[in-house]
């Protein structure tokens, strides 16, 4: 499956200039959201990732929301083990609607899209501060081309490098043309 090509027919690729959730800009967005608006095409996508998963011997699966709550699920269902989401709460990720986890639970952290990896770090430290062993890191896309190190071992699907930068850097701001645009979920 090339797994680009699915991403771009779903329209999850966008070009322009945009505001990441790290506060980096760029000209390229990954919107996996678009790709989970069509269940069989990101059912295959997740099953491809989960046979790359089944070798940490999971039993949860924790996911950031807003991003990977869908695409928590699925992974979840395709190694059928339980899903959850952790929130933000007065700035920090917590679980929360009864979502408890077990001090020996082994916890795959799912993301969509990774670029700096902010969100996966603060789940991965979450896990740990309630006693939990997480044991993998999954997402759709790496922005970073690898270069995001979670202290765990870390599958995607698809490892890109889409350039980002610091606000003061930014090519596309130093043109005047227009502003970045954020259409990821965090304000």
């Excluded at 959201?33 to 990101?42: C, R």
């Amino acid at each position: 499956m090339n797994y680009i090509q699915t991403i771009e027919n779903a329209g999850g690729i966008l070009r322009g200039h945009f505001l990441l959730t790290s506060g980096r800009h760029s000209d390229t967005y990954m919107q996996c959201a678009k790709l989970f608006v069509h269940p069989a095409e990101s059912e295959k996508l997740c099953k491809d990732l989960s046979l790359q998963l089944k070798e940490f011997n999971a039993d949860i699966v924790v996911s950031p929301a807003i991003g990977g709550i869908i695409m928590g699920y699925e992974m979840a269902r395709q190694l059928g083990v339980p899903n959850f989401f952790a929130e933000r709460e007065n700035g920090q990720m917590t679980l929360r609607r009864g979502f408890e986890l077990k001090p020996t639970s082994r916890v795959i952290v799912v993301e969509d899209v990774v670029t700096t990896g902010g969100s996966v770090k603060e789940v991965i430290a979450l896990v740990r501060a309630l006693g939990a062993e997480p044991v993998a890191v999954a997402s759709i896309v790496d922005r970073s081309a690898g270069a995001v190190d979670f202290g765990i071992p870390y599958r995607a699907l698809l490892s890109v490098e889409v350039k980002s930068y610091e606000p003061n850097q930014c090519p596309l701001c130093k043109e005047g043309k227009t502003p970045p645009y954020k259409p990821g979920s965090r304000t």
